[in-house]
């Protein structure tokens, strides 16, 4: 009996030693101390023995019982020590390390245009209001003098909406933003001094030089006795003031129908002040957009008199205006989101 408790007592202490992590220590603990134990048998036994052995067994299974359960205790102190370390190391931060940065996000260059140009010209005396994308043939086209078959209503340059649920025809994307001012005109009366910026929408392919969503900034004024060299000093002093230079201007005569007459703007490239260089295809001008004095068949569709009341406007393209302030070649870097571009300004 007393060799039994000798080796119970021996691959115990074996056993708690070799334990590497607490799960093998607690299945030890229930090997001996359970409820079907080695140790717990034993004390079992006690009740089964003749009274005079049962005294000194007794004593020494309870022995053997608080020795088990201060080596499990120990054991599993010194095995939970070494977890704590194991999770710390493997846990560690080096507060050494320098910190991420949070990225620092910025305004769209073509917002940034926007606004400097908004700015300018409210300076000038301009009023700014929008409009919506989603516009009518009315005012897209109607309105704007434009004849029934005129080829920009075509299919390959304007987007229809064809949702089902209206008369198709009915709705479009705006394709510029002049139907902001007739939409200004027919609430106001002369005299009437707006900017409209905005989006605008050309069903064409894409390419280096077009897009079909770009941002446009219209100018409209209208009182008595407006004239084209109101337009002009208008312009002039815009630019001027945008992009930081005495500049010069061109006027090319053209035609569109909501002006009589229209002009393209041109101005002296900022690069080489006129001399030729890469930016303005050796010829010393840079296209800005379109011009002219308001037709009067406009005014006839916004119910103005015609015969007392001129007016100029103007529409330049955002896009096409930062590319030539910064060089820019590809219109497309615009709308890529690609960051290498983005943050250069
Ligand atoms: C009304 C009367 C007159 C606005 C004008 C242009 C000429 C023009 C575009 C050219 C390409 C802008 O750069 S672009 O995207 N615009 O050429 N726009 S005159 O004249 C108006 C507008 C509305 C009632």
Same mark, same amino acid.
């Given at each position: 009996?007393?060799?039994?408790?000798?080796?119970?007592?021996?691959?115990?202490?074996?056993?708690?030693?070799?334990?590497?992590?607490?799960?093998?220590?607690?299945? $030890?603990? $229930?090997?001996?101390?359970?409820?079907k134990?080695?140790?717990?048998?034993?004390?079992?036994?006690?009740?089964?023995?003749?009274?005079?052995?049962?005294?000194?067994?007794?004593?020494r299974?309870?022995?053997?019982?608080?020795a088990?359960?201060?080596?499990?205790?120990?054991?599993?102190?010194?095995l939970?020590?070494?977890?704590?370390?194991?999770r710390?190391t493997?846990?560690?931060?080096?507060?050494t390390?320098?910190?991420?940065?949070?990225?620092?996000?910025r305004?769209?260059?073509?917002?940034q245009?926007?606004?400097e140009?908004?700015?300018?010209?409210?300076?000038?005396?301009?009023?700014?209001?929008?409009?919506?994308?989603?516009?009518?043939?009315?005012?897209?086209?109607?309105?704007?003098?434009?004849?029934?078959?005129?080829?920009?209503?075509?299919?390959?340059?304007?987007?229809w909406?064809?949702?089902?649920?209206?008369?198709?025809g009915?709705?479009?994307?705006?394709?510029?933003?002049?139907?902001?001012?007739?939409?200004?005109?027919?609430?106001m009366?002369?005299?009437?001094?707006v900017?409209?910026?905005?989006?605008c929408?050309?069903?064409?392919?894409?390419?280096?030089?077009?897009?079909?969503?770009h941002?446009?900034?219209?100018?409209?004024?209208?009182?008595?006795? $407006?004239?084209?060299?109101?337009?002009k000093?208008?312009?002039?002093?815009?630019?001027?003031?945008?992009?930081?230079?005495?500049?010069e201007?061109?006027?090319?005569?053209?035609?569109?129908?909501?002006?009589?007459p229209?002009?393209e703007?041109?101005?002296?490239?900022?690069?080489?002040?006129?001399?030729?260089?890469?930016?303005?295809?050796?010829?010393?001008w840079?296209?800005?957009?379109?011009?002219?004095? $308001?037709?009067?068949?406009?005014?006839g569709?916004?119910?103005?008199?015609?015969?007392?009341?001129?007016?100029?406007?103007?529409?330049?393209?955002?896009?096409?205006?930062t590319?030539m302030?910064?060089?820019?070649e590809?219109?497309?870097?615009?709308?890529?989101?690609?960051?290498?571009?983005?943050?250069?300004?």
């Open positions: 009996m007393s060799d039994d408790l000798k080796k119970i007592e021996r691959e115990l202490h074996e056993a708690v030693a070799a334990s590497a992590d607490l799960r093998a220590l607690e299945a $030890v603990r $229930v090997d001996y101390l359970g409820r134990g080695a140790i717990t048998g034993l004390l079992k036994q006690i009740g089964t023995l003749p009274a005079e052995e049962r005294r000194d067994f007794g004593a299974v309870n022995v053997l019982k608080q088990a359960a201060d080596a499990i205790e120990s054991r599993k102190a010194e939970e020590a070494g977890e704590t370390a194991a710390m493997a846990e560690a931060v080096d507060v390390l320098p910190g991420r940065r949070p990225t620092i996000g305004k769209h260059i073509v917002t245009t926007l606004d140009i908004i700015e300018i010209l409210e300076g000038m005396g301009f009023a700014v209001e929008y409009g919506p994308e989603l516009e009518t043939e009315y005012y897209n086209y109607d309105a704007l003098n434009f004849p029934p078959n005129h080829p920009a209503r075509d299919m390959q340059d304007t987007f909406i064809d949702d089902g649920r209206h008369e198709a009915e709705y479009l994307l705006r394709t510029h933003t002049s139907p902001v001012q007739i939409r200004v005109m027919e609430r009366q002369p005299p009437v001094r900017i409209m910026p905005g989006k929408f050309r069903n064409e392919s894409v390419n280096v030089r077009s897009h079909v969503m941002h446009q900034v219209e100018g409209l004024c209208v009182d008595e006795g $407006v004239t084209f060299g109101d337009l000093g208008t312009l002039y002093t815009f630019l001027k003031t945008w992009l930081g230079m005495d500049v201007l061109r006027f090319r005569p053209s035609y569109f129908p909501f002006t009589e229209s002009a703007v041109d101005v002296s490239c900022i690069l080489c002040r006129g001399s030729g260089c890469r930016v303005c295809k050796q010829t010393g840079l296209e800005l957009g379109g011009s002219g004095m $308001v037709d009067p068949n406009v005014f569709s916004v119910g103005y008199d015609a015969e007392k009341y001129t007016g100029y406007a103007w529409g330049f393209g955002i896009e096409r205006l590319m302030k910064y060089g820019i590809d219109i497309r870097l615009f709308f890529q989101n690609d960051m290498r571009f983005l943050e250069q300004f």
